[in-house]
């Protein structure tokens, strides 16, 4: 079963940041945070991941709290593009059948004009 | 670089009959990974492969399915024989290792009729 909770769904205006909470309270202390997002029918797409520093790449920025019991993802300047269910995963890195994907529910997030 | 695809992408067929997809991961990628969504459900972890080999098959609802992967690359999945509820999309991921981060393919559609 998913480890993570996120709101079902958020809206955000384009051209602002989205901030898509997402409480995982039983971290283990060698478990990754990974984002993925699905757009639509599309495959999953991989966003961010982190372990405990605040990361940050061409599509987004991983917030993670100090006591790494929840995170947050920053989209800086949302775009209708950017509409789709945002999964929060965590994944231990490489314990045989724990380095599988566990997808929850997500959040939906509708960017709006 | 090409990613992780899959064929067909859509697919209809009547109820008892036998439909198999392929995937074809990204070049390099031990690890070979199925998932699926029917219906109002969430995605669903289904089996494992590193090269050759069922690492992790806990997720196949029942022995219609059959995976294969010969010779560690790309690799098939048959649904014999079909029945409705395996309706949805089915989507193929790889990854370099099992720590590394795992990238989907765009899916292939399933309707049972």
């Known amino acids: 079963d998913a480890k993570t909770t996120q709101p079902t769904s958020m809206d955000c205006a384009e051209g602002r940041a989205a901030n898509l909470p997402c409480n995982h309270s039983?971290?283990?202390?060698?478990?990754?945070v990974y984002w993925y997002r699905q757009i639509h029918s599309q495959g999953p797409q991989y966003i961010i991941h982190?372990?405990?520093n605040n990361e940050t790449n061409e599509m987004a920025s991983l917030i993670i709290t100090e006591d790494r019991k929840s995170s947050t993802l920053i989209l800086p300047h949302a775009t209708l593009r950017d509409t789709a269910v945002y999964y929060c995963?965590?994944?231990?890195?490489?314990?045989?059948?724990?380095?599988?994907?566990?997808f929850g529910t997500g959040t939906r997030l509708q960017v709006m004009l | 670089e090409a990613g992780v695809t899959q064929f067909p992408s859509h697919s209809v067929i009547e109820k008892g009959q036998t439909v198999t997809l392929r995937c074809d991961p990204i070049?390099?990628?031990?690890?070979l990974y199925w998932y699926r969504r029917v219906m109002g459900k969430e995605i669903k972890f289904l089996l494992h492969?590193?090269?050759?080999?069922?690492?992790?098959e806990s997720g196949m609802p029942n022995n219609r399915f059959l995976a294969e992967r010969t010779g560690g690359t790309y690799s098939t999945l048959k649904v014999q024989p079909a029945e409705l509820e395996d309706s949805g999309v089915y989507f193929c991921?790889?990854?370099?290792?099992?720590?590394?981060?795992?990238?989907f393919g765009e899916g292939s559609w399933l309707t049972v009729v």
């Open positions: 982190g372990l405990k």
């Open positions: 039983t971290i283990s202390g060698n478990e990754y």
């Open positions: 070049s390099g990628h031990d690890n």
């Open positions: 492969f590193v090269k050759e080999s069922k690492q992790d």
């Open positions: 995963i965590v994944r231990a890195p490489n314990t045989g059948t724990a380095s599988k994907l566990t």
């Open positions: 991921a790889s990854s370099q290792d099992r720590r590394n981060t795992i990238y």
